[in-house]
């Protein structure tokens, strides 16, 4: 199995690096951190490296001290890419940590997958990367501490959108109760990362809610963010996670769309209730992915 396969990557491993995609999300800071703290634990040398601003309202997550934003090791005897469909999402500057290194393992639970490393684990039914995580660190036989569970739970609610989505499973509540069971403040953690707001993520949805139309008599919900409503609202990262949902939680919708600007075009981020797999739609657009 390719778990086994990893594991003995790992064992030989003494340089490793961790990655994710850009503009991180929950699932993707809380793997990376998860994995780079378990591989800390077995004595390795791991970072995650990150460029992106790290998003404020994950501030209680453990492990930040290991986030570097450049390495002068260049080549990593190991190199994870953790919840990433491609390795054009993986920040430009640092896809040559991945390219480099001795060997390549991706992790991840997105459909349409491009299979991009040497050793690939992906679960496109599992809600997310920490969920693969939790099984992946037991078959391995890669303790949970309570820091590590931490990060794996914020992935595991985010992803799930506070445990609301359909791919919700019963791994899900079992970690969840596992974790209770082990001291993590499940309902401050669920607060920090769901319901707490900073002042411009409060008025940044508030625009785009104001901006809302309706298409398809009211099956599609569309909304926008440029890279002006940033500026002028002082948007930091992570704070524009959620608008998509507001479309997608209005009665009749089918798919809400919402773009946002970036520095070269737009990303488009896609939801629907129940009919439409815009896993389809946005594969479609896939030769335009710039970034
Ligand atoms: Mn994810």
Redesign the pocket.
Known sequence: MTLDDILVEIKNAENIAIMAHEAP????IG?SLALCLALRNLGKNAYFLMRDDFPENFNYLPGREFIVEDSDIKNFDLAFVL?CPTIKRVNMELRKYFEMATVKVEI???TKNDMFADLNIVDHIS????QILVSSFEYMGIEITKDIGVCLLT?II??TNGFRNTNVSTECFEFASWALEHGINLPKIYKQSMLTMTKSKFEVQKLAMNRLEFFADGKIAFTYINNEDDKALNVKAGERDGIVEIGKSIEGVEVSIFLYEKEKGYKASLRSNEYVNVADVCFNFRWRWTY
């Open positions: 999300d929950g699932d993707a793997s919840d991840d639970h997105h809600p997310a990367t920490c992935g985010t992803d």
